[in-house]
C-alpha cells in the first residue's frame, strides 16, 4: 500500500509541510486559512483512511500465508459419478480426523434427515396413489411350506416371500407390539389398498406441504425451476420404475453447498409457521404427531404388497431412514453418527473443506475437494486438476443400474469411461489414484438376490456370479486402463469398502491417509 498513507496524522504539524519540493505534497497540503473544525475533520478523516489501509495490508499478508500454506498442503479430490458416495466418504475423513467439527454439525444435520425421511415417505405415498388410480394385479399368494417340507427343502432354496417380507409364516401378521398402526388383516400378496390406507394417505399430506416449503426455502433456486415447469432430477433411483405420472412429480434432492447451513440456522430463528414457530419446529411437530401413521404406513402389508408387485426398493433411495421412522421423528431426535453418514445431501459445484490433522508439521494440513457427480457438473471438476496431489475415485461395482441423469446410460459403464479419462489426463499424471469399489455392501445384496452379472456385462461370461469373482473381474478391468492410459507409471491402489460403514472406512482412510502423506513428502524431496 502506498507509504503515504501510513504516516502519523495524529500529529499536530502536517507531514507534508516538510517536503515543499514535492509536487504530490503541495497538492495534498491543507488550505492555509484551514478552520480548527476543518482540520479536526481532515485529521479523523485521514486516521479513517490510515485504518482502513491497514486492514487491507492484513488481508494481503493473511492471503499471501494462505496462498503458501495452500501450496504446501495436501489436496485429493474425490471424484466419481453422482450417487458414488463422495460425500460419504468426506463425511468420513471428518469423522475420523476432525469429529469435534463433525459433531458440531449435528443439528444441522437433524433437519436434513427429516428430509431425506420424508422424501422416501413422498415417493410412497405418490406410488400408493398411483395404485389406487391403477391398481396392479395382486399374484396368487405364494405356497406356505410346513415347517417339515422345509426341512426337506434343500440348503439355500428361496424362503416364499411371506417369510421374507416379515409378514410371518402363514401370512400371519408379526405381534402386535411391533407395529403402531396396521391397516391390513388380509394375508400377503392379496390385501388390497383400503379406505383405511387413503385416510392415513391423506392424513400425512401436510407433511409433504412443509416439506415442499422448507426445502423452497432452504434452496430458493428451486423454486424458479419448479416454476418454470423444469424437469428436477430425482432421488428415486433410475432403476425404479414409475408411470410418466409419478415421474413428472418426481422431488428433487436435498443439496448442499450455498451455505445450507446458515440458511437452516437463520430459519430455525425466523417465526414464520403457525404458533409462532419457525418452519423447521412446526415440522418438527407435525413429523412427531405423524410417527404412527408413518411408521404403520411402511411396515403394512398390502403397502409392502404393493412395492414389490411394482418393483419398487425405496431401501434403495439414497437418504433412506423409513426404517428408522419412529426415531427420526421423534421430538427428542438428535442424530447419530451413522444417521448423519448415512444422510443424503446432493452436491452442487466444487465444496472445499480444510482439516488440519495431527501428524506432524508439514503436510499436517489438507484440502479435501467434494463435486457434483452428476454429467452436467464435470466440466466444473477440471480446474481442480491443476495441482491436486491425489484423487480418490468411487466406482461403486452397480452392473445393474442405469444413471440418474440418463437412463440409457449403465452406471459401471458410466464409471468406467470416467476412470479412463481421469487416468490419461496429463494435467493429472503425477497425482495418485486411488479407486474406491464403494457400495459393496450393495453389490454383495444384488448378486445374493441372483441378479447375474453376465445378463449386463456379456463378457463376464459364466465365471461364478460371487463377490470375490465379480471383484477380481472388475479390479482388473480398472487396472488395466490404469496402466495402459496413465501418462507415466505410478501404483495402482483399490480398496473395497461400504463407506456407511465408518468403522471399517475408518481403518481404510488412516492407510490411505498415510498412502498419500507419503507420496506428498516424496514429491517435496522431504524423504
Ligand atoms: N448402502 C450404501 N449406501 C451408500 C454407500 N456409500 C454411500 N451411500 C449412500 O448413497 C447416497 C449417495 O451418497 P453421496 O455420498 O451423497 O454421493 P455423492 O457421490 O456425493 O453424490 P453427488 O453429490 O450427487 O455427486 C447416500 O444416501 C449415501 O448414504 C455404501 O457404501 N453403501
Ligand atoms: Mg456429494
Known amino acids: 500500500m502506498a507509504s503515504l498513507a501510513r504516516r502519523p496524522f495524529h500529529a499536530n504539524h502536517a507531514p507534508y509541510e516538510d517536503r515543499q519540493d514535492d509536487p504530490l505534497a503541495k497538492v495534498l497540503q491543507p488550505p492555509p486559512d484551514e478552520s480548527p473544525e476543518q482540520r479536526a475533520r481532515r485529521e479523523q478523516e485521514a486516521n479513517e483512511a490510515h485504518r482502513v489501509s491497514l486492514q487491507i495490508d492484513e488481508g494481503i499478508q493473511e492471503d499471501r500465508k494462505a496462498y503458501e500454506r495452500r501450496k504446501k498442503a495436501v489436496k485429493v479430490l474425490l471424484l466419481g459419478q453422482a450417487e458414488s458416495g463422495k460425500s460419504t466418504t468426506l463425511k468420513n475423513f471428518q469423522l475420523a480426523f476432525t469429529p469435534a467439527h463433525f459433531r458440531n454439525e449435528r443439528l444441522a444435520w437433524r433437519t436434513i434427515i427429516q428430509l431425506n425421511l420424508i422424501r422416501s415417505l413422498k415417493t410412497l405415498l405418490e406410488v400408493m396413489q398411483e395404485e389406487m388410480a391403477h391398481p396392479t394385479e395382486a399374484p396368487p399368494p405364494p405356497p406356505v411350506l410346513s415347517e417339515k417340507a422345509r426341512g426337506k427343502l434343500p440348503m439355500g432354496a428361496p424362503v416364499p416371500l411371506s417369510v421374507v417380507n416379515g409378514v410371518g409364516p402363514a401370512g400371519k401378521p408379526p405381534p402386535a407390539a411391533t407395529r403402531s398402526v396396521r391397516f391390513s388383516t388380509q394375508p400377503a400378496s392379496q390385501a388390497p389398498l383400503t379406505d383405511v390406507h387413503r385416510r392415513a394417505r391423506m392424513r400425512l399430506l401436510p407433511l409433504l406441504k412443509l416439506e415442499s416449503e422448507l426445502t423452497l426455502q432452504l434452496f430458493p433456486e428451486l423454486a424458479a425451476a419448479i416454476a418454470q415447469g423444469q424437469s428436477l432430477e430425482g432421488a428415486v433411483p433410475a432403476n425404479v420404475s414409475f408411470t410418466p405420472a409419478l415421474t413428472a412429480t418426481k422431488e428433487v434432492t436435498v443439496r448442499a453447498g ?33 410417527k404412527e401413521d408413518i411408521v404403520g404406513m411402511w411396515e403394512d402389508r398390502a403397502v409392502k404388497d404393493m412395492l ?220
Open 258 to 290: 450455498n451455505g445450507w447451513k446458515d440458511v437452516l440456522g437463520k430459519l430455525q430463528k425466523e417465526k414464520k409457521g403457525k404458533q409462532g414457530q419457525s418452519l423447521i419446529d412446526e415440522l418438527s411437530a407435525v413429523l412427531d404427531a405423524s
Open 308 to 527: 414389490r408387485r411394482r418393483g419398487i426398493r425405496l431401501q434403495d433411495m439414497p437418504g433412506f431412514f423409513l426404517n428408522d421412522a419412529m426415531r427420526v421423528s421423534a421430538a427428542v431426535y438428535e442424530p447419530t453418527d451413522d444417521d448423519i453418514v448415512r444422510a443424503r445431501l446432493r452436491t452442487l459445484g466444487v465444496e472445499e473443506h480444510r482439516f488440519t490433522m495431527e501428524s506432524g508439521a508439514s503436510g499436517s494440513e489438507w484440502y479435501i475437494y467434494d463435486v457434483g457427480g452428476n454429467r452436467g457438473m464435470r466440466p466444473h471438476w477440471i480446474p481442480y486438476f491443476d495441482d491436486v496431489q491425489a484423487i480418490i475415485f468411487l466406482a461403486p461395482l452397480a452392473f445393474n443400474l442405469m444413471l440418474e441423469e440418463d437412463s440409457k446410460v449403465n452406471r459401471l459403464e458410466d464409471s468406467i469411461t470416467l476412470w479412463r479419462e481421469i487416468c490419461g489426463n496429463a494435467l493429472l499424471e503425477r497425482a495418485t489414484l486411488i479407486l474406491f469399489f464403494n457400495k459393496m455392501d450393495i453389490l454383495q445384496a444384488t448378486l445374493a438376490a441372483g441378479i447375474r452379472v453376465q445378463k449386463f456385462v456379456p463378457s463376464y461370461g459364466d465365471q461364478p456370479n460371487d463377490v470375490v469373482h465379480v471383484v477380481k473381474y472388475f479390479r482388473e478391468k480398472f487396472r488395466g486402463y490404469h496402466k495402459r492410459l496413465s501418462p507415466q507409471a505410478r501404483p495402482f491402489y483399490c480398496h473395497e469398502t461400504s463407506v456407511i460403514d465408518t468403522r471399517a472406512t475408518a481403518v481404510i482412510l488412516v492407510g490411505v491417509r498415510e498412502g498419500i502423506l507419503r507420496a506428498h513428502l516424496q514429491s517435496v524431496n522431504v524423504i
